[in-house]
């Protein structure tokens, strides 16, 4: 990983199509209870493990409302890296303060890890419920995910209240 072409490596991830290698499933993280994560291997088009390319998925509950991101990660060793990530927040929470004093709130997209270098941008949205599939149909569509042996899903896609 080189900080000068980190932004340009991220770029060419997200533009190579990538299938599921298993089927996503969510449950409930070890370290918070009441949240959620999914992870998934990626595969290529010819079938085969992508070096050190993964999806994550978290769902967190909150006071105000709940949040879900979806991510294309790297993982080098123990060592682990945003690729793309979509986050899905509601429009008036305050989600970040960057170090030049800007603030979001809301829905964003990260394309790299801050660490190396990013882009963050906020997402105009007609989607009211953070869980709604068509956040992960957004998030599909620029990481360029196709299902393979699964499908990428919300978290209570496929529950009794889905």
């Known amino acids: 990983m080189?900080?000068?072409?980190?932004?340009?490596?991220?770029?060419?991830?997200?533009?190579?199509?990538?299938?599921?290698?298993?089927e996503m499933e969510w449950s409930?993280?070890?370290?918070?209870?009441?949240?959620?994560?999914?992870?998934?291997?990626?595969?290529?088009d010819r079938r085969v493990t992508i070096p050190h390319l993964y999806l994550k998925g978290e769902y967190q509950t909150g006071r105000m409302s709940d949040r879900v991101t979806?991510?294309?990660?790297?993982?080098?060793?123990?060592?682990?890296?945003?690729?793309?990530?979509?986050?899905?927040?509601?429009?008036?929470?305050?989600?970040?303060?960057?170090?030049?004093?800007?603030?979001?709130?809301?829905?964003?997209v990260h394309l790299g890890d801050y660490r190396l270098a990013e882009i963050t941008r906020k997402v105009r949205a007609?989607?009211?419920?953070?869980?709604?599939?068509?956040?992960?149909e957004r998030f599909v569509r620029?990481?360029?995910i196709h299902s393979g042996r699964g499908v990428v899903c919300s978290p209570f896609a496929d529950d009794l209240f889905g």
């Open 126 to 136: 007609s989607i009211s419920n953070a869980t709604e599939q068509r956040w992960v």
């Open 70 to 108: 979806y991510a294309l990660m790297y993982k080098e060793g123990k060592e682990k890296r945003r690729v793309f990530m979509l986050e899905v927040w509601p429009d008036h929470v305050r989600s970040h303060k960057f170090k030049d004093g800007t603030i979001l709130f809301g829905p964003h």
């Open 28 to 44: 409930e993280k070890p370290s918070h209870s009441g949240w959620l994560e999914a992870t998934c291997l990626l595969l290529d």
């Open 142 to 144: 620029h990481a360029r």
């Open 2 to 22: 080189r900080k000068d072409t980190w932004i340009d490596d991220c770029r060419q991830w997200c533009r190579q199509v990538k299938h599921l290698a298993e």
